[in-house]
Each structure stands twice: as C-alpha cells, then as structure tokens.
C-alpha cells in the first residue's frame, strides 16, 4: 500500500463512500431496554397487553404562578386548558391528565399556586426522537404566551430534546490529540497521518454501526461508547505504528521497508491488542441484558475498525508523506534517557515499587465499598435546567418521592369481581415509607388494574430501594394470599433495582470469560503464563482504582460541582459492568505496547533487569503519550450534559491515567524484573496448543533494536557533522 499510494487511496475513498451512500438507507431501530425476568418487565409487559399508555414514556408538565395569584383563577386556567388542548393534538400523544385533580396542601409553598399533569405518548423509550420535546415545549409556551403562567417540564421526551447536538466532547479531544501529537512527535505530518489514521476508523466504525444498527437492534447510546472507544483507541495505535515507522526511517530504510517492519512489530502489536479489547467489550454479552450487550457489540465493532483502518489506511498516509515522515533529527526518535533512568530506579527496588503501586491504587479503590449502585434523578440536573426546576417543584408540592412513583400492575382475571382484594391490597401498601397510594384502577378490559405508590423518599435514596424490597417480600405476598391476584411492582426505581440485580447475578460469568479468554490471548502473544496472570490480577486492581474515583467524585461529591453536578448521585447500574469491559481491554492495550518491547530486548540477549530498562526507554515516551492522548479524550466527555456521559468520561479517563502511571510505569516493570527469566516461559504442552502471534515481527527481515539504535545512532552522527 505504501508503494502504490495513490491507487490504494483512491480504493480506499470508494469504500467509504460506498458505506456512507449504504448508511443513508439504513433506519434505527427502537431501543431495547427490556430486562428478561424481571419483575418489573412483568409488570412492563402488562401495562403494553392491557394499559399501553403506562407502557409508553411521558412527560410531566408542571404550572406555576407568582405570588398572589391562584393557578386556578379564570385567566391562568384558561391558559392552561388551551396549552392541554394543543398538545393532546401533537404526534404521539394518546392521553393527558387533570392538571387540577393533585393539589399541594394548605401551607406548603406551592399550595393554589402549582398544577401539574403528565402527557403520555404511545411511543417507548427508544421511539423518542428530539422533535417530539421541542413541538412539545414550543406547543406549550405559545399557548401560554401572554398569560402570568410559568411551565417547567421533565420527563424523556424532555431529556432527548435537551442532548447537546454540537459533539464538544469529540471536538475538545480531537483538539487536545493534535497538541500532544504535535508535540511528540514534532512534525506536522507525523501528527496529521496519525490523526487521519485514526478518524478514518472512527468514521467507517460510525457508518458500520449506522448500518448494522436495524439488523442487530443497536442502541443509540452505542454510537457514543463508540465514538469516545474509537477516538481513544485509534488515535493510540496508529501513534505506536507511526512511531515505529519513523524510528526505522531515521536508521535508513526506505519508505516501503519502513513501513512493512512497523507493521511486522507494531502492527502485529495492534492487532493483539485490539483483539483482546473487542474479546473485553464483546463479554457483555453474556450479561443477559440486551441493551447492556448490544452497546459493547457496537464498541467492539468500533474498536475493530478503528485497527483494520491503522493497517490500511496508515500505509497509504506513509507512502503519501514519506518524505515529511522521516525525522529531521534522528535524535528524536533513540530511545529516552530519563525513561531509562526510571527504570532503573523502579528495578533497583523492585518491592518498594511494587508496594508503593499497590498502595496507591487501594487508596483510590477504597470508596467503592460504599458505591450506590441506582439512577440518577432530575435533583442532579444543574439549577437552570428546566427538568431541574420541575423536580424541585414537585418535590416541594408533594414530597420529594412524587416524581417517580411506583407501578403495581395486577393481573385481574376477567369478569371475577375483585374489588375487595384490590381495595385490602391497596390498604396493605401503605405502610412507614409511602407517601401515597392510589385506588386501584381497572383497564379499560378489565383485566388488570393498576395501583400508584408514591415513596416518601427520592428515586435515588436508599431507603426508596429498601422498599421496593419491602413491598415485594413483606407486603404484598400476605395481602393476596388466598385471591387470584398476581401482582407485580414496576416503575422507574424497581426497574433500576432489577436491572442492577441481573446485572450481579450474571457478573462472575462475565468477569471469568473476559479475563480467560484475555490470559489466553497474552500467552499466545508473548509465549508466557505468569506475566498475562499478573497482568490481569493488577488490571483488576486498576479498575477498583476507577470505581473508587467515580464513588469519590459523584457519590461523595469531591469536584462533583466542577464537573457541573451535586454530590450523592448514585452510580448507573451498567456503568461499572461497561466499564470493566473497557477498561480492562484498554489497559491490557499499554501492557502489550510496553511487555512487546521489552520482551524484545530480552530475546536480543539482554538480562531481566536490563531488558525492562532498554524496553521502558524504547516506549515509554509513546506510551506516557497515548495514555495524555486518550485520557484527554474521555475526559473531554465531561463536558457533556448528560451525568451518565460525565460519569463513562471522567471515570474512563482517570483511570486510564492510573494505569498507566502505576501499573505500566511502576509495577509492571518491577514485577517482569523479580520474574527473571520464567517470565517469558511457557510449558511445552502449551507452546504446541496456543497459536504463534508474532509481536516481533521475526517473520520480516527486521534489524533487531539494538542493530536499529546503532544506525539511528550513526545518522544523528552524520547529521551532526552536517550541521556543523
């Protein structure tokens, strides 16, 4: 591809566009955010048989007044009967409540002053496209025009309407890439090959995930996983390809022998690496919930393109730019003399290193013995957001539980008369931590009725999850003992509680499948047993670091502020279980590019000691790069208004910075020198079982490093006579 450039690109160009004309067709499916025997998919699947409009997502709809006036005066009534009668006529609607049926009670800020009332569509969750909130706030405020009426509103409908459409998060990293590149490498082109090689892959992936989205039933979400993997990640491997390329460029070879031994070693590098990435982020299928699966599917295809485009695209960038490829002074590609110098440090006392990266890393994990694992509410949405406003309204009217009631779905056998057990039922629910229960109410086929429970507490509070627990264990089972009733508790807070419970149940499989199949892959690639079982022990250390952070920052709230949220945010319950993919395929990504060198050192005849120092001051510098390069990329995700994006970005991005700055840099290296020689042994039997992937590109006729040294060495020479 390198020697004929031109051609390849040209081919190349064809594709994509050919992708892009096929991703015009495509459709988005609706999102699937079912959780298999579940109770509240139960109680979900009722509501969708008998109840559709409880299916269906809503939006609540809250009017104030000022002070001194009366919500139910003739003017500011009149108002709100025209602003109801508009939306009931909008696309989806299908039901709008009494606004004046809930009233606050005598004393409370609210009271004669708020109405509130939900508008229920018949589309669910993954139906909802941001038109449908912008015709309804737009609906709403023109009708509203003129009067002393205010409106706040909250719900999904809302929340589509408000996601930032301008991708800041992917601009501000794309941003931040190009400084660090630029000052890597010191050269224009490397930075701009690099970068184009890595956005190639992110844009084929977003093409990709366009097109097989309908046929594998991918979530929207996963196109932002994807886009924050695919940056991070590519952006690293074609920067270790690049960097290999220039170091054999500034020895001497030409432009296609260059570019053939960066891909024997690095490539090769690459390929393993983002094997074991996909490996990761694809086990999140055998967590049994679809949504979760489905999103690590869409990253592993991301991840893969993103490798495939640094071993196609790469080439054709290096043929085209060979000559602004090479370094202007050889110097800049040797190996680095204070990494060497910390690797000697690291290796003189391999213990305390290890001791002090083990430390450090238990004090990050330590919050996460107190992670909440929950939802996030509206109360952790800034101040000015109008879903903020709504929820402390309502909270201040009717209790801080009144925005997310839960749903007793009933299943009611046709035509029997049971008015008595649903009323004893009803009585039974409320007990010490519920504000309110609603008479229950039958469908309009009369085959289920439906109770509304309304917590004392807020969805995110602890004592709302305790009881959930509570009505479905203590409560409900002796109040239809002897009655036909099946009963089921759904709504918001039970789904969430469901969900995180599927999530445990299945998460020792997940974990087990990750780091075996991951284990298997590094003892293919390095020929060894106990560097991939010490790697995975300290990559688990790694991610409990990660979830420390993240308890640290949203749970208790240190730099919560800056980041733009409140503390006491509970942690979403697939965040972690998405994490540990991600994270765990992205750290052993570091462990590949730095155990590669200096397993290469050691083959050249070094000893253990001095094969991690020539190995370090080889790839250290990349490494310390890409690891800025993809933090700088997560954590630009902060910026985003959804607290879920701020969690996946910070937490990400932290953590890679962890990783690699303890782990890579401190442990590792101590750890592969105690293990002397036996860390690259491998038994007999598993030498002829595993497959060779060769990392150090035996298979091209490639100088060895230190071969490679020596004539960059001998060129920085030359040019320095030059110069003088």
Not at 47 to 75: K, Y
Not at 427 to 441: F, K
Not at 475 to 480: D, E, L, Q, R, W
Request: one cysteine or more; aromatic letters at 6%; hydrophobic letters at 50%.
């Amino acid at each position: 591809m390198t020697q004929h450039w031109k051609r390849s690109l040209v081919i190349a160009i064809l594709v994509v566009i050919a992708l892009g004309a096929l991703a015009g067709t495509a459709s988005q499916p609706p999102d699937d955010f079912d959780v298999p025997g579940t109770e509240s998919q139960q109680a979900t699947d009722l509501f969708r048989d008998h109840a559709p409009a409880l299916a269906g997502i809503d939006a609540t709809l809250v009017f104030t007044v000022p002070d001194g006036s009366t919500i139910t005066a003739p003017e500011s009534r009149a108002a709100i009967d025209r602003a109801l009668a508009d939306v009931r006529r909008l696309d989806g609607v299908i039901e709008v409540g009494d606004p004046f049926q809930r009233v606050a009670a005598e004393g409370n800020a609210f009271a004669d002053r708020l109405a509130t009332t939900d508008v229920r569509y018949d589309l669910e969750f993954g139906d909802v496209r941001a038109e449908n909130g912008r015709e309804l706030q737009s609906t709403v405020d023109d009708a509203l025009r003129g009067s002393d009426v205010d409106v706040e509103m909250r719900g999904i409908v809302v929340d589509v309407a408000a996601e930032q459409d301008v991708p800041v998060g992917e601009l501000v990293g794309i941003a931040l890439a190009i400084v660090l590149l630029t000052f890597l490498f010191r050269s224009g082109a490397a930075m701009f090959a690099t970068l184009v090689g890595a956005l190639i892959g992110v844009v084929v992936g977003q093409i990709l995930l366009a097109i097989l989205a309908d046929p594998l039933g991918l979530p929207r979400f996963a196109g932002v996983i994807a886009m924050m993997l695919g940056l991070g990640a590519g952006i690293d491997y074609a920067l270790l390809i690049v960097g290999r390329y220039r170091e054999q460029a500034a020895a001497g070879d030409s432009p296609p022998d260059a570019s053939a031994k960066s891909a024997a070693t690095s490539g090769a590098s690459v390929v393993a690496a983002g094997l074991i990435v996909i490996v990761a982020i694809a086990g999140l299928l055998v967590v049994g919930i679809p949504m979760i699966g489905k999103m690590g599917l869409g990253a592993a295809i991301a991840v893969a393109c993103v490798v495939v485009s640094s071993l196609t695209i790469l080439p054709i960038m290096i043929g085209a730019l060979a000559k602004r490829l090479k370094p202007k002074k050889p110097e800049h590609v040797l190996p680095s003399p204070a990494f060497a110098r910390w690797a000697e440090l690291i290796t003189k006392r391999p213990w305390v290193s290890i001791a002090a990266g083990v430390a450090i890393l238990l004090a990050f994990a330590i919050p996460v013995t107190s992670m909440h694992l929950g939802q996030p509410d509206d109360g952790n949405q800034p101040e000015s957001k109008t879903q903020r406003q709504a929820y402390d309204q309502l909270s201040t009217a009717f209790g801080p539980g009144s925005s997310s009631p839960f749903f007793v779905a009933i299943d009611v056998r046709r035509g029997d008369d049971q008015r008595a057990n649903l009323d004893r039922l009803a009585s039974a629910l409320r007990v010490d931590g519920v504000e309110s229960v609603s008479p229950a109410e039958l469908s309009r086929d009369g085959e289920m009725a439906t109770i509304f429970v309304t917590p004392t507490t807020a969805p995110q509070d602890q004592a709302t999850t305790r009881l959930v627990h509570k009505l479905r264990d203590d409560v409900i089972p002796p109040a239809v003992a002897g009655t036909d009733l099946k009963v089921y508790v759904g709504g918001q807070v039970p789904g969430i509680e469901d969900f995180s419970a599927k999530v445990a149940s299945r998460l020792p499989l997940f974990i087990a499948i990750v780091i075996g199949l991951s284990v298997l892959l590094l003892m293919a690639a390095f020929r060894s047993v106990w560097v991939p079982l010490v790697s995975a022990v300290f990559n688990l250390l790694s991610i409990g670091a990660a979830y420390g952070v993240v308890t640290l920052v949203f749970q208790k709230g240190w730099g919560a502020s800056l980041l733009g949220v409140d503390s006491g945010v509970p942690i979403m319950s697939f965040v972690p279980v998405m994490m540990f993919a991600i994270l765990f395929g992205l750290s052993m990504d570091y462990n590949v590019f730095l155990l590669s060198r200096i397993r290469e050192a050691y083959h050249e005849g070094d000893g253990p000691r001095e094969s991690v120092i020539h190995g370090v001051s080889r790839i250290g510098k990349i490494i310390l790069f890409a690891c800025l390069i993809m933090a700088s990329v997560f954590l630009a995700f902060v910026s985003q208004p959804d607290v879920i994006a701020k969690m996946f970005g910070l937490g990400l991005g932290l953590a890679i910075l962890i990783d690699v700055l303890v782990v890579r840099l401190v442990i590792a290296p101590a750890v592969v020198q105690l293990l002397g020689d036996k860390a690259w042994w491998l038994p007999t039997w598993m030498d002829r079982l595993l497959p060779n992937i060769s990392l150090d590109g035996h298979e091209v006729d490639a100088q060895t490093e230190a071969e490679l040294e020596a004539a960059i060495k001998q060129q920085t020479g030359e040019h320095e006579k030059v110069t003088s």
